[in-house]
């Protein structure tokens, strides 16, 4: 079956460490992204990516760094430096565009991040 | 910057009856639309995607679009106990990118 992949499903971490994120799909989508979604909030773009090796910073890039080294993967990782990391992360992925016609966006189950 | 606008909720239905959920946007340009569906805990689950002014059927949904008074709709049709959940509403276009409402949370009572 198709689809995409994060874990874990939960992660507790100590204030003060880094942490990653794995996010894995076999859609064969070019693009990828990431998500943080806090209680009563909508989603904020992180980073997100459309082609292996590249990726482009989001509305809320600071204190997250990610890496695309191959298609199916784009792991993200939370560093000490991102001050509220707690929150409801979620990968998604989708069939790249070059226009403006956005073509639709498929989520992963999603990783809740608790720092303490 | 898009800005997607939706009544938060929540918005109680009976059920069997037409929930009718709206959102508005500030983007004239934006080419697409879609709705997901959020149960509580849950990550979004795109259910329906529009691209042309007018009406688009799919079994019990109806998503309707008007770019000239910029506003998407989504009708659920004889509503059920399950379709309690937060449905987002979003925006597609500029290279990529897809702008989320905050989403109007939907309770329907048996």
């Known amino acids: 079956d198709g689809g995409i992949t994060q874990s874990p499903k939960y992660l507790f971490r100590k204030e003060g460490q880094n942490v990653t994120l794995s996010c894995e799909q076999n859609?064969?989508?070019?693009?990828m992204y990431w998500y943080r979604q806090d209680p009563g909030q909508g989603l904020r773009l992180i980073y997100y990516?459309?082609?292996?090796?590249?990726?482009q910073k989001g509305d809320i890039a600071e204190g997250y760094s990610v890496s695309r080294e191959k298609k199916e993967s784009f792991p993200l990782t939370v560093t000490s430096a991102q001050k509220n990391p707690t929150a409801f992360y979620l990968c998604?992925?989708?069939?790249?565009?070059?226009?403006?016609?956005?073509?639709?966006?498929?989520f992963g189950p999603g990783t809740r991040l608790t720092v303490t | 910057q898009k800005e997607v606008e939706q009544n938060s909720g929540p918005l109680s239905v009976p059920e069997g009856a037409i929930a009718s959920l709206n959102c508005t946007y500030s983007?004239?340009?934006?080419?697409?639309f879609f709705w997901y569906r959020q149960y509580s805990g849950k990550s979004p689950e795109l259910i329906m995607s529009i691209y042309s002014n007018g009406d688009k059927e799919d079994g019990r949904f109806t998503a309707q679009l008007n770019k000239a008074s910029q506003y998407v709709s989504l009708l659920i049709r004889d509503s059920q106990p399950s379709d309690s959940a937060t449905y987002l509403c979003?925006?597609?276009?500029?290279?990529?990118?897809?702008?989320f409402g905050t989403g109007t949370k939907l309770q329907v009572i048996p």
């Open positions: 859609l064969n989508h070019d693009a």
């Open positions: 979003a925006l597609g276009g500029g290279y990529q990118k897809v702008t």
């Open positions: 998604a992925s989708s069939r790249r565009n070059t226009g403006l016609e956005g073509y639709e966006q498929y």
């Open positions: 990516s459309q082609i292996v090796n590249d990726f």
């Open positions: 983007d004239r340009v934006s080419q697409s």
